[in-house]
């Protein structure tokens, strides 16, 4: 028997499970409310600019990464891929005094030093953790019970690798990166450290991230619109169906049996054997099921999410300028707070893309100031008194503002302005409260792993980056990936991995 899936969401997690689905023999359809692939992992075009809204880097890029295969089985990256390798990234300027970081390591450490030579203890403690965590990589294994073609499994070597970083993992699980970053002395480190990933985030990833990055994550040319666009050709090539503008309204469930049996669209019944969901596994659970699922894990999920939210506000603009000479990405310390969306923040930061051409017209360059916050209510209700259009340009106002006395060059020569709020990402990628991760709290487990397979309802699974903490494009790939693992277990089917 052909079984037919129907997944719902064209994201990472849904074409990730969509191709994995269609290698192991399913007939796949994927149904996707936006009128392009990707989901959270997005940009998009205004006059001639091409604004990033989502990844930064690649996680898992680097050649030997055991995500590597999985970002290449779904056709995201092969051998002919180009991508940049940004030599400096996440630079803070501390009033003047700029401290950034370099993936050779041996230069960072010199570049510390140089600034700060009373830390150098710290320094070399800080070069040597960053050394141990870029062994670390995100592990790709089967789940129990699953018929396999080629078994997922990491060489002796590479635990033994990573190793020294999971006896460390407790240590700087339980310290924020403020807390860490109050052992050096010299306070533009500190704020460099704090703004890597935000001050409140645990130094764990802190010193992961910047692990991974000496170990070989690059960014692809061409952003999230290219990783969504070569997910889709691979899908589609394996015979993979993908309908865009196509929204879900209900996932038809056979109560008395406990088993799905398709979709609601338009008020038309889509019948299949399986349902994958693969969108923002919260707002799901609250909009598509006639009967709230009342399964347990899907209930710690949501207290779980509650008060770690990770959303953004993005001040993008199109400037008329070469900025190849700024640093990708600059973040400054504000001497007066910046007051947005009800909330308050010390720093503004900014990624610029001067080195791809496909983002600007020639000599232009695009850019992207990120506001950190869960602003979620202050601009839904500002949607809801009519004022939104009026806030967003006052926002954006007040920011070129800012903006132009760092970098006066650009006062005059911006051409495009385009504010995306948690409300935009919202509508668009249909995101709960427009949040794209989760933060991780001191204290909290590194990572928190959901089953992916309904307690009461037969044939429906879940992916996305939801499913574990705290999210991201590595864990809609591999949740997408995990959740066909559980699918081809249900129906005694070979899953096939990699072709």
Known sequence: ?????????????????????????FDVTILEQHSIPGGNCTSWKRDGYVFEGSMHWVTGSGGSKPLNKVWRNVGVIDNTTKMHFRHQYFTTDYHGQQVGFYRDLAKFHAHLLEISPEDKKQINSLCQEIKVFSAFGMPVTDIKGVKVKEKSKMDFSDIRAMMPALSKMKKYTKISAAEYASEFKNPAIRAFLENCLGAEMIAFNVLVTLGQLVSGDGYIEGGSLRIAQNMENKFKALGGEIHYNVQVERVIVDTYKGKVLGVLVKGQEMLCDAVIVTCDTITAVDTLFEEPLKDTWILEMKKNTEGRLMASTCVNLGIQADLSDVPYSVTYAMKEPLKYAGIESSVLGFFQYSEHSEYAPPGCTAMTVILMGDTYDYWKARKEDNTYETEKQQLAKEIINLLSEKLPRIKEKIVVVDVATPVTFERYCGTYRGAWMNWVHKGDKTSTVYPQVSEYVKSLYFAGQRIMTPGGGPVALYTGRQAVQYLCRDTETVFQGYM
């Open 1 to 25: 028997m052909n079984h037919k899936v129907i997944i719902i969401g064209g994201g990472v997690a849904g074409l990730s499970a969509g191709i994995h689905a269609r290698q192991s023999g």
